[in-house]
């Protein structure tokens, strides 16, 4: 099943195997501003084949799509549903899509020794790596210039580099994270990468990271999620400039 983004579509058709009439199942919704946080759930719905619904909203949503408050009291991207559920953490998607939908592809079994492991790269791709970025992304540019802070840019910029060596030191014997293949914890900490890409810092990376960065932008998925974004702005009317490179007026 491939995903679908036409506004039209609001349910997946799945047929049955005794070969029945088809029955109707929500189809997940994601809610997403180009190369925002919300990559990471689109491009692990890529990577799982899933129907899906894209709704691309400009960026950022809480001053330039109100509406959207309505769904997301919060205004901000990732909104994700799926059925009941309702999501708005793009780490947490990740695992949820991983574990929901993947059938142990790209999640790690709790009684795997990499467990742990697992999930502390989803918490950490957040908390850790991504969390210091958006400081620099805002004390750089989006404060009024008056506002603006470059020593604090500048520390937390030291900051994630710093604690890029833990991803260092994972990748010194391995061309993934843990459980010794590709899962749900390389998407959600690539998206740090590719954040610090969009702020110029990725020249600063060890070499083992700038190479699983290469590696990771060469994926199918990764590559169809990019083509999916962009493609879905043009036709939903929204700017296609990645969030990170936008400048406020």
């Given amino acids: ?55 691309l909203l400009p960026f950022p949503p809480r001053a330039h799509a109100r509406q959207y408050l309505e769904d997301n009291p919060l205004g901000t991207v990732p909104l994700m549903k799926d059925g009941a559920t309702r999501m708005t953490e793009s780490a ?20 795997d020794a990499d467990y742990g492991s697992y999930l502390n790269w989803l918490h950490m791709s957040d908390a850790t790596l991504t969390f210091p970025q958006t400081l620099v992304l805002r004390y750089t540019h989006f404060e009024p210039a008056e506002r603006r802070q470059p020593q604090v840019a500048a520390d937390y910029a030291r900051w994630f580099l710093a604690r890029l060596r833990a991803v260092d030191a994972a990748l010194q014997h391995s061309d993934f994270l843990c459980a010794g293949r590709f899962t749900a914890a390389d998407v959600a900490v690539a998206y740090a990468l590719q954040l610090a890409q ?52």
């Fill in 1 to 55: 099943m491939h995903h679908l983004r036409d506004a039209r579509c609001t349910v997946a058709c799945i047929h049955n195997d005794c070969g029945n009439h088809p029955y109707l199942i929500p189809m997940i919704e994601l809610y997403h501003c180009v190369s925002a946080r919300s990559f990471r759930p689109l491009w692990m719905l890529e990577e799982l084949a899933v129907p899906y619904r894209l709704h």
């Fill in 92 to 111: 947490a998607m990740c695992q949820y899509l991983a574990a929901r939908h993947g059938d142990g592809q790209f999640d790690v079994a709790v009684d």
């Fill in 198 to 249: 969009h702020l110029g810092l990725d020249g600063q990376f060890p070499p083992a990271v700038a190479a699983y960065w290469a590696r990771l932008q060469v994926r199918p998925a990764f590559v169809r999620a990019l083509q999916v974004q962009h493609q879905t702005a043009l036709e939903q009317g929204v700017d296609p400039t990645p969030s990170p490179d936008l400048r406020p007026q």
